[in-house]
Structure formats: C-alpha cells, structure tokens
C-alpha cells in the first residue's frame, strides 16, 4: 500500500508500506477512502514535533472496514466508518470517567513513538486498535468530507465551546480562524452564543467567519479589545476561545474576557509560556483547555452534523491525490489552504 511519512522538515515521501493486519482481537484494518490534513501535522512537517523519519502521517479519516478481529463488534467489514484521532482502552481510570483523552494507555495516529507508535491514516490501509470505540459507522447521508472532521477538527472545536460552559445568550471570541477555530465559530452559535466575535489576520478565513455569522474582527488592522467593548456594553466577552496555542493569544483572550470569564486554550501549547497572572487572578478567569474529548463528543457532533446544524462543508478548500501530499503539505503551510483532504 502507499503511505505518506515524514522524512525531514519540509519534507514528505510517498512510500510503498506493507499492508497492515488485525493484531489484537479488537484491531481492525481500515481502506482510508479520505483523510485530511491538519494543523498537528504541519507542527511534524515543520519539525516542531518530532517523530522518526520514514513514520507514517495522518489522523483524520473516513474509510471502510476491511478486516476486524474476532472482539470487534460495534462496526463490521464492509462499513463505511470514520475514526478518532487517537484511540483510548475504554476501561482505564480515565475512560471510566469518560475523559477518554486522557486514557492511560491512548495512542495517537502518525505521530510516532512518543504517542504510541500507531502508523498515521494518510495511507491506503490503517490498523485501527480497540475498533469498538476508535471507529463509527459514518451516519446515512454524510458526506466524507463532512465526517472527516468530526474525529478530530470539529470535535475540537465543539470541545473548545462545551468544555468552557458557554450559556445561551452569551458572547463568545474566537481567536485563530483556522478549521479547529471555525469549528468553534459554528459550535458556538449551536450552542446559543448571541454574538461570535471572530479574531484573525487572513481575511479569507475572515470572510468565512462572517459567511458563519459571526463578527469579523481583524488583530491587527483593528482593534479586537475596542470591538468587544463595544458589543459587550464595555464587559468584556462571556468565553474566550484561543484556537492557535501561544503565549499572545492566551494574553489577548484574557484582556477582552470580562470578569468572571472563561478562556477555552484548544490550540497546541508545546512550549513553555509568560502569562499575566495577576490579572487571571484579579480577573477570576477560569482556564479550560487540553487535549479536546473528542470520543465523548463524538454521538453530539455526529446528530448535529447529520441534522445540518454543524457544516464544515465550507472548509474543505482541496481534494488532492496522496502521491501529491508534498504539494498539499506546501500549500497548507503557506496557508493556501484550510482543509485539504487526501485519498488514494
Ligand atoms: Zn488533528
Ligand atoms: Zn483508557
């Protein structure tokens, strides 16, 4: 089969794999009909994050049930499935409470040996571990593009709005426009925000921002704390949502909050980062973030995507071949691209 590995910052390969076989009896093999292209794996194509050269990328996926080992029992060969990012036991500590991110024993598509040495999904074929809970059958009617997002992207964003208690009524910023913020855009409005106030530099994602219904609001060519102030009688927004991971957007989400407020930090934070924590304090700012649940999510986003009410439709900017994925990794990076989605 033909996979996609990373071999060194700004370089990947199309290579030719082994096919994968079920292993445990809850492993199941996956034909990957699309898979998309995600922000995690521009901080791999960069080399932020590292994993071995030759691995296999990739974690978002729509496929069909090729081969499932004697436990699998909740998809059947032949399905047409889609996955989580990543897989989790069910029976940990954690999974017992539900955080399924933070299973003791989860393991991370394409992101090599430190997440658990599971081969990406930007392939033909993907061993999928504890099938069961990793993968759903995709609902009738839903587009590949559309279920794509609902294992990881999507499920971030609904996470990014649920995780920070927005109430109906409330004003929500959403800081960094890329597909995990625009999905939070929209999560926001489902979950009866009264104003989205959307905060980036490209005005592309701008203007699906507003085709969102949301307020676009420039970060630099104007000023987001004067435009929250303005529709927040002077308060401040309800929920901050920082959708890109440093240590300036932390700051900004915490300036426009009003007291009381709640930053959401869906976006990756890697490195070590200054934060003003006195106003935190001064202000009682609740921090929510982490790793999104995304397998808790997953039956919520699934009902409201196939009652078109979530839509990330307007995301997928390019189909591409996988033997094009070093054209594709470019173009993203150069954000010539929100979502591209690959298949074989
Ligand atoms: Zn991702
Ligand atoms: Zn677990």
């Given at each position: 089969m033909l996979a996609v590995t990373f071999q060194e910052p700004g370089r990947v390969a199309v290579e030719e794999r082994p096919d994968p076989e079920p292993v445990a009896p809850d492993d199941a093999v996956v034909r990957v009909d699309a898979s998309g292209i995600c922000g995690s794996d521009l901080h791999i194509f960069h080399g932020r994050v590292q994993i071995e050269p030759g691995f296999t990328i990739g974690h978002e996926f729509v496929g069909t049930v090729v081969a499932a080992g004697d436990?699998?029992?909740?998809v059947s060969v032949g399905d047409r499935v889609l996955g989580t990012f990543h897989s989790a036991c069910g029976h940990c500590f954690f999974c017992r409470k539900g955080l399924f991110q933070k299973c003791d024993e989860a393991r991370v598509f394409g992101h090599g040996k430190a997440l658990g040495s599971l081969q990406g999904t930007q392939a033909e074929l993907a061993l999928v571990p504890h099938a069961n809970l990793t993968l759903r059958r995709v609902p009738e009617g839903l587009s590949n593009d559309v279920a794509?997002?609902?294992?990881d992207v999507m499920g971030t964003g609904y996470h990014a709005i649920v995780n920070a208690g927005l109430q109906p009524g409330d004003t929500c910023a959403v800081i960094g426009l890329g597909p995990v913020g625009l999905c939070a855009v929209m999560s926001a409005a489902v979950a009866g925000a009264a104003r989205v106030i959307a905060i980036d530099t490209v005005p592309e994602r701008l203007e699906v921002a507003r085709s969102l219904g949301a307020q676009p609001v420039h970060?630099?060519?104007?000023d987001p704390r004067a435009a929250v102030k303005e529709a927040t009688e002077g308060r401040g927004v309800d929920v901050a949502v920082d959708a890109v991971g440093n240590a300036a957007v932390v700051d900004l989400g915490v300036r426009l909050l009003r007291k009381a407020g709640t930053l959401s930090m869906?976006?990756?934070?890697?490195e070590r980062a200054e934060v003003h924590m006195g106003l935190i304090w001064f202000k009682n700012i609740t921090v929510a973030g982490g790793h999104a649940n995304v397998m808790g999510h997953l039956d919520a986003v699934l009902s409201l995507m196939g009652a078109g009410?979530?839509?990330?439709?307007?995301?997928?900017t390019h189909h591409m071949k996988l033997s094009e994925a070093q054209d594709a990794y470019d173009a993203y990076a150069s954000h010539q691209a929100l979502k591209i989605v690959l298949s074989a």
């Open positions: 436990d699998v029992t909740q794509l997002f609902a294992g970060a630099t060519e104007e869906v976006g990756v934070h890697a009410r979530l839509d990330p439709t307007p995301l997928v």
